[in-house]
């Protein structure tokens, strides 16, 4: 895998790579943070698939100025929690307390304690979902890690161990439960068969509305900035 950039300004970043699946050069912007990857076959030489990437570099720069702006978060700001917005306060004490339109959170390091109370509630959120979903389906995992991950929302290994984005409290409920339910339906089909989709409806109900919503504002629960740390 190699890294390169198409000049400009600001210059974007591509990261190529070879495959010996591929049948021919192809582009992909990632929904989650706009990373730019150009897939070639082995038989092409990589200066002919840069020079791919050159030809379609206004398709690539409209796309990319598609993207939300990313947002620091800060007292005075308005964050998503649950789908809903919430107005980032200073709150007394040490606790970060949530309310119905706003979020207290201490002075100090503010973005740190709003972090970690977010990945805190998202794990709660998550494995009572996942509890109940895998009781529904009769099958247990073995354990549940949430990551700041960019390519994906969840997972699940052959070995039942189940992760997430704790970015999904940002998301509306019922694209979390979703997500817990998605990953939990793999328990008993590790594929994306009829199967498994059969089994994501019984367990879920109809998910197409969730699944949608996902699709299209996924990346906008990725324009939070907690830095240092995310």
């Not at 840069?50 to 030809?55: E, I, P, R, T, V």
């Not at 805190?120 to 949430?146: K, N, Q, V």
């Not at 979703?178 to 089994?199: C, D, G, K, R, T």
Request: with cysteine.
């Amino acid at each position: 895998m190699g890294r390169h950039a198409l000049p400009g300004t600001p210059p974007v970043p591509l990261t190529l790579r070879k495959s010996a699946r591929a049948r021919r050069i192809s582009l992909r912007i990632s929904q989650l943070d706009g990373r730019v990857t150009l897939t070639y076959p082995t038989g092409v030489a990589e200066t002919e698939a840069l020079d791919f990437a050159h030809q379609k570099e206004d398709w690539i720069r409209g796309h990319l100025q598609d993207r939300p702006d990313a947002e620091t978060v800060g007292f005075g700001q308005s964050i998503s929690i649950e789908g809903k917005s919430r107005r980032i306060v200073a709150a007394q004490g040490r606790r970060v307390l949530l309310h119905r339109d706003e979020i207290g959170v201490p002075s100090g390091a503010e973005a740190r304690r709003l972090a970690r109370f977010l990945k805190e509630l998202a794990r709660d959120r998550l494995t009572g979902a996942c509890d109940d979903y895998a009781a529904m389906l009769g099958r247990p995992y073995s354990s549940i890690t949430l990551r700041d991950t960019r390519s994906r929302w969840g997972s699940c290994s052959s070995a039942g161990a189940l992760m997430f984005s704790w970015r999904l409290i940002l998301a509306p409920p019922e694209v979390l439960h979703y997500v817990a339910a998605h990953e939990v339906a793999h328990l008993a089909e590790m594929n994306h068969s009829p199967a498994f989709w059969v089994q994501v409806e019984r367990i879920f109900g109809p998910y197409k509305e969730p699944r949608r919503w996902l699709r299209d504002n996924g990346a906008a629960l990725h324009r939070y900035r907690f830095d240092p740390v995310a």
